[in-house]
């Protein structure tokens, strides 16, 4: 009798145990955007990106990388379900201490798998948009044209080639650049790797290196590397 009360008794204490130390589930850290960009930053501030941008150490680089991430992505826009993707796009981008085209575009622009896309609506609340294609009706405020189409108001149009006539109404395509004087912009190629530029939208890659000014491949973190400042 005593073996099986000392067994009931143990049973008793070892349940109410798991249910103390186990009832509640740990806060969801992607459930708001201060939690989101904390996770961004604790990607972002590896040993490789802390150490090649001259970082005091990992703290303030992370305290500058909240920031950073803070003002790609308003509280609005925040989209809890597309966190997970973003994060892993921003650890795999900084793995090696340097920034590819398409790393730089997500790490330092938000674009890519961080392009958190919503449309204010009258209340202020993000409102999720509706994507159309070519030629399709657009006047609707919650409405955007797919990639490579603009809405002239009342229906997606192909953004302009090569050549064509292009203004603040009227766009190049994507991978090219409205050029020359009010009234008389055309839409041009950017420039190559190699070739001079002054900013990044100057280039294919959409890489201008500071300092040389001209068009590049990748950025390689550094203590003189502009980027830099934004982790540390």
């Not at 330092?108 to 798998?113: C, I, Q, S, V």
């Not at 509706?130 to 609707?140: F, H, L, Y």
């Not at 149009?157 to 650049?177: E, M, Q, T, Y």
């Not at 004087?181 to 190629?189: L, T």
């Amino acid at each position: 009798m005593t073996t099986r009360r000392a067994t009931i008794l143990l049973a008793v204490l070892l349940s109410s145990l798991s249910v103390g130390c186990g009832g509640d589930d740990p806060p969801d850290p992607l459930a708001t955007r201060s939690g989101f960009c904390a996770e961004w930053a604790k990607r972002a501030c590896n040993d490789e990106v802390v150490d090649a941008c001259a970082a005091k150490d990992a703290e303030t680089c992370r305290e500058a990388q909240v920031d950073h991430c803070e003002s790609l992505v308003s509280t609005s826009a925040y989209n809890r379900s597309l966190a997970r993707g973003c994060l892993d796009a921003v650890r795999s981008a900084l793995a090696e201490g340097e920034l590819d085209a398409d790393g730089a575009a997500l790490v330092l622009r938000g674009e890519g798998a961080c392009s958190f896309s919503c449309i204010e609506g009258d209340d202020g609340d993000c409102i999720e948009p509706t994507i159309v294609g070519g030629g399709e009706e657009c006047s609707d405020s919650d409405t955007l044209c797919a990639p490579g189409f603009y809405c002239d108001g009342d229906n997606c149009i192909a953004k302009r080639g090569v050549g064509k006539d292009c203004s603040a109404d009227v766009p190049c395509r994507d991978d090219l650049n409205c050029v020359g004087e009010a009234g008389a912009r055309v839409c041009e190629e950017r420039a190559a790797n190699g070739e001079a530029c002054t900013d990044d939208i100057d280039c294919q890659s959409g890489i201008c290196a500071q300092g040389a000014q001209i068009c590049a491949s990748r950025i390689i973190l550094s203590a003189a590397e502009p980027a830099c400042e934004l982790f540390r």
